[in-house]
């Protein structure tokens, strides 16, 4: 570890020792959440150390009307750190801003079809996620999320930011060692003609259907679905949430002792 590492770690560990946060006040930001509701003591305390230290190293920026409170930034730094609790924080260091809307914000993009021709176009978003940032949150879907419906905005943007950590966002974020690249493609693709298959029969789906959007939307979808309704996702494809456990290092549906 170099010096100016160390020297990094310690002036964070100083700051943080200099925040008073008390139980109450992660108990309102965070303890309607059934994620965190699930974690044992000393996870628990992982994740508040982590979220903190996320806010001392990333931009929070509340844009036009947007207010955030002490307890809603916690909130959405403690969402945000659940999917690399077991991985680290150096997992999100190829961005720094966090920019907040009050609600759905517009944004405009252009994009080249199959026939080379330009389009542009614009809509609402509820997130958006770029490969150096910044991270782009409605606030509003920030209080949507985590209420026993499989919906979060904020997993579903960071997971964006993990997969494009591997030659841009595609759905196959970076694999750890001993993970398969042709196994999580084929097992991601057969789950993927599945909830076409599901959505073109009209049947009830498993996971939300804008995951058909693009295999970047898919594995941020699952991601969403991992954390928030990891039964349904086994029990509906348990190659992928098996893929998912080994990717992100946990596994949801163990109960913490």
Partial sequence: ???FTRFAEWREDRQLAELEISPELWQQALGDWPVYQSL???RRAKLQDM???????KNLHAAGDAEASDELCLRIAGMAVVPVLELGLDWYDRWRTLILYDGPFHAEHSWQDEAGV?????RNLSGEAWLRGPVVLSLADVRLSGQRDGYNVVIHELAHTLDMRH???NGAPPLHHGMSPADWKRDMTAAWDDLGRRAAAGETLPIDAYALEAPAEFFAVLSETFFERPALLRHTWPEVYQH???FYRQNPLKVDG
């Fill in 1 to 3: 570890m170099s010096l």
């Fill in 40 to 42: 044992n003591g000393v």
């Fill in 51 to 57: 979220a903190l230290r996320l806010l001392l190293r």
């Fill in 118 to 122: 330009v389009h542009e176009g614009g």
């Fill in 167 to 169: 030659d841009g966002a």
């Fill in 244 to 246: 998912l456990a080994d």
